[in-house]
């Protein structure tokens, strides 16, 4: 799923090529992208864009007097850039946003259509669809560890949980967690200070950091290679490769969708977590540190 960095990425690209332009026309592709009733499509076509935002892990645009265009992309939605009158892609199309200066087409390239579109009419009713989470890089400290504490959930799920800290999902929070040296699973409500003050500025190091990798991937070009799985990230997606900081291998945990990679030298005082399926599988024979890994 596409996360704060990779939504900045897209929204500055965005801001350079749509706003100041008319938005002409929505062609919609799938019947099931459209969430929301009013305003209609026709209310919102040929409106001059005046501005974008991110909302979470939402991407906005503003139209002319007071409307709202919201993207989710979700897991496997993407955007692409063409020239003016694309075709939407039969197999993956969502959308077309046909601007005075081009096309821009909503793909998803999975089954489950879970990437969604909205429009919505005034600031209220934008507001609506804000989980209610702090962005990390537009606090300070103190805001940082009250919200962090008043979570009764893991570091893992508590940076991930939109409703608390808006942005961070799943492939970052993996990033972050390592080079804080923090175990997923520790409970943020047990964080003590210290922990929390590096917690903090890992968060807005790697965040900030990851932005300017991926403004240098796209250069001038709309990034077109959106992904969780980077070569440079240090964690996720990085099972069983050497933990760049002590070089121990990557562990992880998979659960439903999701998958937390972390190091267990760094991270958890050397001891490997359990995951749920695996070792219920292999029972005694399941490693409890990472020596005896490392000993195979």
Same mark, same amino acid.
Request: aromatic fraction near 6%; charge should be positive; hydrophobic fraction near 40%.
């Given at each position: 799923?596409?996360?704060?960095?990779?939504?900045?990425?897209? +929204?500055?690209?965005?801001?350079?090529?749509?706003?100041?332009?008319?938005?002409?026309?929505?062609?919609?592709?799938?019947?099931?992208?459209?969430?929301? /009733?009013?305003?209609?499509? @026709?209310?919102?076509?040929?409106?001059? /864009?005046?501005?974008?935002?991110?909302?979470?892990?939402? +991407? /906005?645009?503003?139209?002319? =007097?007071?409307?709202?265009?919201?993207?989710?992309?979700?897991?496997?939605?993407?955007?692409?850039?063409?020239?003016?009158?694309?075709?939407?892609?039969?197999? $993956?199309?969502?959308?077309?946003?046909?601007?005075?200066?081009?096309?821009?087409?909503?793909?998803? $390239?999975?089954? %489950?259509?879970?990437?969604?579109?909205?429009?919505?009419?005034?600031?209220?009713?934008?507001?609506? +669809?804000?989980? &209610? #989470?702090?962005? /990390?890089?537009?606090?300070? !400290?103190?805001?940082?560890?009250?919200?962090?504490?008043?979570?009764?959930?893991?570091?893992?799920?508590?940076?991930?949980?939109?409703?608390?800290?808006?942005?961070? #999902?799943?492939?970052?929070?993996?990033?972050?967690?390592?080079?804080? #040296?923090?175990? =997923?699973?520790?409970?943020?409500?047990?964080?003590?200070?210290?922990?929390?003050?590096?917690?903090?500025?890992?968060?807005?190091? *790697?965040? *900030?950091?990851?932005?300017?990798? +991926?403004?240098? %991937?796209?250069?001038?070009?709309?990034?077109?290679?959106?992904?969780?799985?980077?070569? @440079?990230?240090? $964690?996720?997606?990085?099972?069983?490769?050497?933990?760049?900081?002590? #070089?121990? =291998?990557?562990?992880?945990?998979?659960?439903?969708?999701?998958?937390?990679?972390?190091?267990?030298?760094?991270?958890?005082?050397?001891?490997?977590?359990?995951?749920?399926?695996?070792?219920?599988?292999?029972?005694?024979?399941?490693?409890?540190?990472?020596?005896? !890994?490392? &000993?195979?």
């Amino acid at each position: 799923m596409p996360e704060l960095p990779d939504l900045t990425v897209y +929204l500055e690209h965005l801001e350079r090529r749509v706003v100041g332009e008319r938005l002409l026309d929505i062609r919609l592709a799938s019947p099931f992208v459209l969430r929301s /009733v009013t305003p209609s499509v @026709e209310d919102v076509r040929d409106r001059l /864009v005046t501005g974008t935002r991110r909302v979470a892990k939402q +991407l /906005v645009l503003a139209l002319e =007097p007071d409307l709202f265009v919201v993207v989710h992309l979700m897991i496997s939605g993407r955007l692409r850039w063409y020239e003016r009158g694309r075709a939407v892609p039969k197999r $993956a199309g969502l959308a077309a946003f046909d601007f005075s200066s081009g096309t821009l087409i909503f793909t998803e $390239a999975s089954k %489950k259509k879970r990437a969604s579109l909205r429009l919505v009419r005034g600031e209220g009713a934008l507001g609506e +669809l804000d989980p &209610g #989470g702090l962005e /990390v890089l537009h606090i300070d !400290l103190p805001t940082f560890l009250a919200r962090l504490r008043a979570s009764r959930h893991t570091l893992k799920r508590t940076l991930t949980d939109q409703r608390i800290f808006a942005g961070i #999902g799943n492939a970052y929070s993996d990033e972050i967690l390592l080079y804080a #040296g923090l175990s =997923p699973f520790k409970r943020a409500r047990d964080v003590n200070d210290a922990e929390g003050e590096r917690l903090f500025e890992t968060c807005r190091e *790697t965040l *900030t950091r990851w932005v300017n990798i +991926l403004r240098g %991937k796209s250069g001038e070009a709309f990034p077109d290679k959106v992904t969780a799985f980077h070569d @440079e990230m240090a $964690a996720h997606g990085k099972y069983r490769q050497p933990c760049p900081v002590c #070089g121990a =291998p990557i562990q992880r945990i998979v659960h439903a969708e999701n998958e937390s990679n972390y190091c267990a030298r760094c991270q958890t005082g050397g001891r490997v977590l359990a995951d749920r399926s695996l070792s219920r599988l292999l029972k005694d024979t399941w490693p409890k540190r990472i020596e005896e !890994l490392e &000993g195979h």
